[in-house]
T-cell receptor, first 111, second 111 residues
Framework: SQTIHQWPATLVQPVGSPLSLECTVEGTSNPNLYWYRQAAGRGLQLLFYSVGIGQISSEVPQNLSASRPQDRQFILSSKKLLLSDSGFYLC??????????FGSGTRLTVV | GESVGLHLPTLSVQEGDNSIINCAYSNSASDYFIWYKQESGKGPQFIIDIRSNMDKRQGQRVTVLLNKTVKHLSLQIAATQPGDSAVYFCAENTNDYKLSFGAGTTVTVRA
């Protein structure tokens, strides 16, 4: 069966520090991969998605970037965090025309 | 569409009553719809889906209704239980790669 792993679960980082969140998927190949952010009491905002290794589509221009170095690995990064980067970050995978399976999320607090 | 910046609507329901959560979708070409449940601090979980060639689908205690004429989707939960308290999101498949999420509804079950 397919599983998705996302870590860390919580993270507190100072303003101006770098960020790296990792997501890996097991039990499937060539998945579509996604990074979402969710502010407190808000809906889901799509940040990046990827349909293959090295292929990244950005939905919202901002202080973040994404990379897909391997088929089942998706990384969300920032060189310098802002206070506004705080939120709940969710990784998800899917195959075409199917629904997403979400990871457990990372709660990021920038202080 | 996405719900960035919007506060989530709420629904309060008595334990044992039926709940109805509504969602309006935007793209008449969407052919696949999903309901997700998100508990506090967790990633969204798949509840039930429906293809556009159907107008009703039933699961365990849940029913999804699709009205393509008015682009409306609803989720009915029978005999609502305290464990049903969560945020519920509808999603539509707008292309092969991306789901577009609704604003979400916070459901609170009163004992």
């Amino acid at each position: 069966s397919q599983t998705i792993h996302q870590w860390p679960a919580t993270l507190v980082q100072p303003v101006g520090s770098p960020l790296s969140l990792e997501c890996t998927v097991e039990g499937t190949s060539n998945p579509n991969l996604y990074w979402y952010r969710q502010a407190a009491g808000r809906g889901l905002q799509l940040l990046f998605y990827s349909v293959g290794i090295g292929q990244i589509s950005s939905e919202v221009p901002q202080n973040l970037s994404a990379s897909r170095p391997q088929d089942r690995q998706f990384i969300l990064s920032s060189k310098k965090l802002l206070l506004s980067d705080s939120g709940f970050y969710l990784c998800a995978w899917s195959h075409r025309t199917a629904g997403y399976t979400f990871g457990s999320g990372t709660r990021l607090t920038v202080v | 569409g996405e719900s960035v910046g919007l506060h989530l609507p709420t629904l309060s329901v008595q334990e044992g009553d039926n709940s109805i959560i509504n969602c309006a979708y935007s793209n008449s070409a969407s052919d696949y719809f999903i309901w997700y449940k998100q508990e506090s601090g967790k990633g969204p979980q798949f509840i039930i889906d429906i293809r556009s060639n159907m107008d009703k689908r039933q699961g365990q205690r849940v029913t999804v209704l699709l009205n393509k004429t008015v682009k409306h989707l609803s989720l009915q939960i029978a005999a609502t239980q305290p464990g049903d308290s969560a945020v519920y999101f509808c999603a539509e498949n707008t292309n092969d790669y991306k789901l577009s999420f609704g604003a979400g509804t916070t459901v609170t079950v009163r004992a």
